[in-house]
């Protein structure tokens, strides 16, 4: 075949349909890619790609060149009237793998991966060298519009999106997940009691906070989710060392799972809400609060606040938020500001009153 893109492959079959496994550099990519969201809905086998996401993919490339992970992406090549179509040269190793050799005047249409492949075309634009970068394709040579679709359907309704929680718990790139990873080895009370595969541990877990519920609570103490310095490392240690000893979370027993209030998430961004608006505040004013309070889920002190006053039920809006630490605030003396007195006296006017 002349004028044609040769590329490593490994022939195979999948659902009585013949595909290729490719190495493709993503200067060829590219060069060969039609993206199949174009025209009627009825005529094509892809979303509209959601220029937003395509950009997120290429900053992701372009901030790591030496250590970015792109997942494989799946299509069809499509031949031309009157063009040549694929050829598959078997090496002497083996019958399955050899080269792949694509016309140059053939197009790729994608099914999946067309944000990934975007993403790619976008990088390359602002960084040349990533061009002779390779990325792995499945390829058919004879998929109608119909199985394309087909298989867009397919591949969508089956994927799972993982936890936020194990993302975070995987996430050595961003400074909060790596400071809350250090937070929760270093601790003691945190020991053995953190959940790092979902956002919120089941009710027969054995587990009673998880690393998510840690983690988005680490940022409210802070007030900012990245560019720390070594301080704010030490303020979040101080934090949930603190108060987690003065709220003795270290005796926290099977039986307070599910009725304690601290193992809920708007309890703990509360208590995190509290620590960044009182900066002073230390293991005196944590205990004061705990043992004026009532700290289990059908407490009359925080009906209202972050308990709904109908249904008994758990609220975890941002007032719920603000309001449970207003009184937490309130209980170790600690005057509230204006915004937080307005909220106040909205929930509360006869108090205020």
Not at 150 to 163: E, G, L, M, V, W
Not at 197 to 208: H, I, M, R, V
Not at 238 to 255: P, R, V, Y
Request: hydrophobic share 40%; net charge positive; with cysteine.
């Amino acid at each position: 075949m002349e004028m044609c893109y040769s590329m490593p492959a490994v022939m195979g079959s999948q659902g009585g349909k013949l595909m290729y496994t490719v190495s493709m550099s993503m200067r060829v990519l590219v060069r060969m890619l039609r993206i199949d969201d174009a025209g009627s809905v009825l005529e094509r086998s892809q979303r509209k790609v959601n220029p937003a996401r395509a950009k997120s993919i290429s900053n992701y490339m372009l901030n790591n060149p030496k250590g970015y992970f792109l997942p494989g992406i799946i299509g069809v090549v499509e031949v031309p009237t009157g063009g040549q179509a694929p050829k598959f040269e078997a090496s002497e190793v083996s019958g399955s793998v050899g080269v792949l050799k694509v016309g140059m005047d053939s197009i790729i249409k994608l099914f999946d991966g067309q944000h990934r492949a975007t993403g790619i075309a976008k990088a390359l634009e602002k960084s040349p060298e990533l061009s002779q970068d390779t990325i792995s394709i499945t390829l058919y040579t004879s998929l109608s519009l119909q199985e394309r679709q087909q298989a867009f359907t397919d591949i969508n309704q089956n994927a799972s999106k993982p936890p936020q929680g194990l993302s975070d718990t995987y996430n050595h790139r961003d400074e909060l997940s790596t400071l809350t990873m250090e937070l929760v080895k270093n601790i003691d009370w945190m020991q053995g009691r953190v959940d790092f595969a979902t956002n919120k541990p089941a009710a027969q877990s054995e587990f009673y906070f998880s690393f998510k519920q840690i983690k988005d609570a680490t940022a409210i103490v802070l007030g900012t989710k990245k560019n720390f310095e070594p301080y704010h490392a030490t303020i979040a240690y101080d934090f949930w060392s603190t108060m987690g000893t003065a709220m003795e979370l270290q005796s926290l027993g099977s039986k307070h799972r599910e009725t304690s209030l601290f193992t809920t998430t708007v309890m703990l961004k509360a208590l995190a809400s509290a620590a960044n608006e009182a900066e002073s505040i230390g293991q005196r004013h944590w205990r004061h609060a705990y043992q004026n309070l009532v700290w289990t889920r059908n407490s009359q002190d925080f009906i209202g606040r972050c308990i709904c006053p109908k249904t008994g039920k758990l609220l975890a809006n941002a007032d719920a938020v603000m309001l449970a630490s207003n009184l937490i605030l309130k209980t170790m003396g600690q005057k509230l500001n204006t915004t937080r007195a307005s909220v106040e006296t909205t929930y509360f006017p006869e108090v205020a009153a």
